[in-house]
Every structure is written in structure tokens, then in C-alpha cells.
């Protein structure tokens, strides 16, 4: 699950989400599955 601003947004396998510059974001994961998160900053 990833929270950008106000908005939560459940990710699946492969998914890709953008948190524009100044606004705040988080994540957790739902399930018992290991995850891996690449976050890249420009």
C-alpha cells in the first residue's frame, strides 16, 4: 500500500507510483510476501 499526499493506492507486482517533489509518502506492505522498493530521486 502506498500513500501519496491523501491518496492510497494499493500497488501489485510491477507496479510504479510517482511522489512529486514537497509531497509527503509512505508505504507498508499487506501481505506476508517479501517486497523490494527502488526509489529514485532526480
Not at 507510483?17 to 527502488?38: D, F, K
Request: avoid cysteine.
Amino acid at each position: 500500500m502506498m500513500k501519496v499526499g491523501e491518496e492510497e493506492k494499493l500497488l501489485e507486482y510491477g507496479s510504479i507510483y510517482h511522489a512529486p517533489p514537497g509531497i509527503s509518502h509512505s508505504g507498508y506492505n499487506t501481505s506476508e510476501q517479501r517486497i523490494s522498493l527502488v526509489k529514485v530521486s532526480l
